[in-house]
Every structure is written in structure tokens, then in C-alpha cells.
């Protein structure tokens, strides 16, 4: 399983109850099952069908009555506006929404130590849990559009540092991106390994940029002409002593990558703190991932990854969630990804299945959704091979042919949220 950052996350403070007037605040909830505060919004804010008191647009958030794919989430994502604080005119609409499927990452520990033996492929003829069925449902019945597959890069080269990847291992992985991509959704191929082999940092005393490149142009070589992978260089890097050091090896990866042919797909450009959207500015990350280019020079479909989990701790390991990041995080992301003319990406994101974590979950959606031009979309933390019983889990439970979705995925985080859950997904 993915670990989570366990450094302690500074809250600001942003109203989320009703104002003095009995009118709730900007971002705050104003409706749902069980709700008994204000209903109506502040000025300048409408009530939305997430429940949240959002700036009115002319395009919302999938209604409640849609029954497949919105037709609008596979379409380009509005440019940034050129201003460095008002959305571009088509935001509203959030171009990525999906879930990440775990499983070959199993094994994989924060300092990078991974055991390739671990690696629980998630598809029923590797006797793991049926993550076909799984993301196929996930597409058909609550619109989903892209999965992230987490695999540790030890699995890949078979746990020989420097060596070329192992054809049988990466068939076995192969056939997890294949039943994603027969979805007809976007895979992020997702190195798993915490910037790290067994504890020491790639270009700063560990693996060499040169040993991380070598495995990114072999999996370059093998997609470059598959337009629904995306590339996600790695897996929350954290404590790196040298952040313009780190550039550098995601430079070495981006050059690999375009280099081995694969020069039109989108590839994610981690930052420090474990990838943490709240500090990817103060931390030094957002400067010097700027500098990362294409070959030619451009930026052309680099984006940035960030991840952000809403409970107390910022570790994703908790079941009640207590902000929605929007003061803390968001709002000063937005801002600077506009101002440089960029784009982020949430690659890991989630909470309990909680009321707590349906209610701030549901606005920090919404709030993207409202910044669509620099915030691309999110993918949920996790089903794939996890059980039930973990508290994170979006696993969807299978009786026969039906699935029923987790309750945070049925309010908010599937894109048909609110809709009828349960149905057919095969």
C-alpha cells in the first residue's frame, strides 16, 4: 500500500458553517441528507448540486439524473486565462476523474525499499481481486475517465538496480494497463517508489539519473505509441535534500521519455513533501520543476503532480477528514499555476467513507471543477486489490453482475455523483 505524508499539516481557517445572516459562506455546504444549516448562499454564491455554495457558472458539475460519461471530461481543458486569479472562460468542467487500482505496489515502502515478490497484480488470472471488472464499472456506470496503476520499480527490474526491465513482470503489468485502456479511459503508468531505491535518493547518493532514466525510455519505448497512457515519473518523493538536484532526475526522465518516441503524451512532474499541492510552492518544488522541458524546449504537456488528503494529519490514514483544502492549498496553487501560465494534476486524493469526508471532499471538487483551466482533475485513493475494511478504500463490492460503490464514491467523487449506484458495470 501507498504511505502517506506524516507531517503535520498547518490549517488556515475558512468558514465552512453559516454566516451571522443565516447564509453560508463561499465553498461552504448549503444542502444535503441530513442538513440543517443554512440553505441559502452569501452573495455572489449559488447553491450547486453538490450541495456547495460555489461563484455561479454558466457549466456545473455532472447533474444527478446523468447516466453515463459527461461528454464534456475527455475534451481539452480550457488554457490558462492569462490572469493570475480568474478562471478561463470554459472552466467548470474537470477533465480527469478516476481512481487509483493498487496492487503492483504492494510491497513498496516510503524509503523505496520494494520486494517484487510482493506485487499483488489486481486482475483474477494473477488471483487478485477483479480490477478489470473494477474499472469497467467504474467507466460505465460512474463515469470515470482515467485510472492510475501504481507499480514499484523494483517489479520492474525484477529488484536489480540498473537492470533492463523484466519482460515476464512487465507482461503481468502490461495486462493491467491493457484492461484499463479497454475501458477506453487514460492509465497513468505510476512509478511507486518514493523518489528512492531501498532508502537511497535517485541522483543524491542512490540510483543515478541515468539508472532512472534507462527504465523510463524502455517503458517509453513500449508505449510511445499508446495515446491514452500518461506517464507519472514517480510516486511522492519526500525529504529531498536538493530540490533543484531532483529536478534534474525528473529532467533525466522527461528527456528519456520524449527521446524513446513517446513526444505527445502527458507526463507528471513530481514535487517534494510527498508531492503535497499545500507546499509545492513554499517548498521549492514549483521553481524548480519550471526549469524541467521537452527537448525542443517547450512545456507542452508537462504537468504537474500533487497530491492532497484532507485529514488531520495530511496523511491519508485517518477516517474522518477536517478541511477541504481549499484556503490551504487550492486557492494559492490556482493562483500561482495561472500566473506561470501551468497545470496540476491531483493524483491522490481521498477520505473515509464518512460524513465528514463527503462533506469537504464534495467541496473541494466542486472547487476544482471551478478552476478547471489549471486543476486538470483528481484520482481517489484506492480499490484495485485493497479489501473493504481499509479506510480509504473506494473498492466497489460485487453481488453478481451488480457493484455498489463506497459512500464517499456515490456522494461526490464519482463524477455521476448522487446517481443511482448498484447498477450493471459489465
Given at each position: 500500500m501507498s504511505l502517506k505524508a506524516l507531517y503535520p499539516l498547518?490549517?488556515?481557517a475558512l468558514a465552512v458553517s453559516s454566516s451571522a445572516q443565516g447564509q453560508g459562506a463561499l465553498y461552504s455546504q448549503c444542502g444535503g441528507i441530513g442538513w440543517s444549516g443554512a440553505t441559502t448562499c452569501v452573495s455572489g454564491a449559488v447553491c450547486t448540486v453538490l450541495n456547495d455554495c460555489d461563484p455561479p457558472t454558466t457549466s456545473t458539475v455532472?447533474?444527478?439524473?446523468t447516466t453515463g460519461p459527461p461528454t464534456t471530461t475527455t475534451s481539452?481543458?480550457?488554457?490558462?486565462?492569462?490572469?493570475?486569479?480568474?478562471?478561463?472562460?470554459?472552466?467548470?468542467?474537470l477533465r480527469f476523474m478516476g481512481v487509483n487500482i493498487s496492487g503492483f505496489d504492494f510491497g513498496c515502502n516510503t524509503d523505496g525499499s520494494c520486494t517484487a515478490s510482493a506485487a499483488y497484480p489486481p486482475l483474477l488470472q494473477y488471483y487478485g481481486k477483479d480490477g478489470q471488472g473494477q474499472m469497467t464499472h467504474f467507466v460505465n456506470n460512474d463515469g470515470y475517465n482515467v485510472f492510475r496503476l501504481p507499480v514499484g520499480w523494483q517489479f520492474l527490474t525484477n529488484n536489480v538496480l540498473g537492470a533492463s526491465i523484466d519482460q515476464a513482470n512487465l507482461a503481468e503489468y502490461d495486462a493491467l494497463v491493457q484492461a484499463c485502456l479497454g475501458t477506453g479511459a487514460w492509465c497513468i503508468v505510476d512509478i511507486h517508489n518514493y523518489a528512492r531505491w531501498n532508502g537511497e535518493i535517485i541522483g543524491q547518493g542512490g540510483p543515478t539519473n541515468a539508472q532512472f532514466a534507462q527504465t523510463w525510455s524502455e517503458l517509453a519505448t513500449f508505449y510511445k505509441s499508446t495515446e491514452k497512457v500518461i506517464?507519472?515519473?514517480?510516486?511522492?518523493?519526500?525529504?529531498?535534500?536538493?530540490?533543484?538536484?531532483?529536478?534534474?532526475?525528473v529532467q533525466a526522465a522527461v528527456t528519456?521519455?520524449?527521446?524513446?518516441?513517446?513526444?505527445?503524451?502527458?507526463i507528471l512532474l513530481p514535487g517534494n513533501d510527498y508531492t503535497s499541492a499545500q507546499t509545492f510552492i513554499s517548498n521549492g518544488s514549483g521553481a524548480a520543476l519550471l526549469k524541467v522541458t521537452n527537448p525542443d524546449g517547450s512545456v507542452t504537456n508537462l504537468i504537474f503532480d500533487v497530491h492532497k488528503y484532507l485529514d488531520s494529519d495530511n496523511s491519508g490514514t485517518n477516517a474522518e477528514c477536517v478541511t477541504?483544502?481549499?484556503?490551504?492549498?487550492?486557492?494559492?496553487?490556482?493562483?500561482?499555476?495561472?500566473?506561470?501560465?501551468?497545470?496540476?494534476?491531483?493524483?491522490?486524493?481521498?477520505?473515509?467513507n464518512t460524513a465528514s469526508c463527503i462533506t469537504y471532499m464534495c467541496q473541494q471538487i466542486a472547487y476544482q471543477a471551478q478552476n478547471s483551466d489549471v486543476l486538470l482533475g483528481y484520482v481517489g485513493w484506492a480499490?484495485?486489490?485493497?479489501?473493504?475494511?481499509?479506510?480509504?478504500?473506494?473498492?466497489p463490492t460485487q453481488s453478481g453482475s451488480t457493484w455498489t460503490d463506497?459512500?464517499?464514491?456515490q456522494a461526490c467523487m464519482a463524477p455521476v455523483a448522487g446517481a443511482q449506484k448498484g447498477s450493471t458495470g459489465m
Open positions: 498547518v490549517l488556515l455532472p447533474p444527478t439524473t481539452s481543458a480550457p488554457a490558462p486565462s492569462g490572469s493570475c486569479t480568474s478562471p478561463a472562460p470554459g472552466s467548470g468542467s506517464f507519472g515519473v514517480m510516486n511522492e518523493p519526500h525529504d529531498i535534500p536538493d530540490i533543484n538536484l531532483w529536478a534534474g532526475s528519456a521519455i520524449r527521446n524513446a518516441g513517446a513526444t505527445t503524451q502527458m477541504n483544502n481549499i484556503a490551504n492549498a487550492w486557492e494559492p496553487l490556482t493562483q500561482w499555476l495561472r500566473c506561470n501560465g501551468r497545470q496540476a494534476f491531483n493524483t491522490e486524493t481521498g477520505g473515509g480499490a484495485g486489490n485493497f479489501d473493504a475494511s481499509y479506510v480509504l478504500s473506494e473498492l463506497t459512500s464517499l464514491v
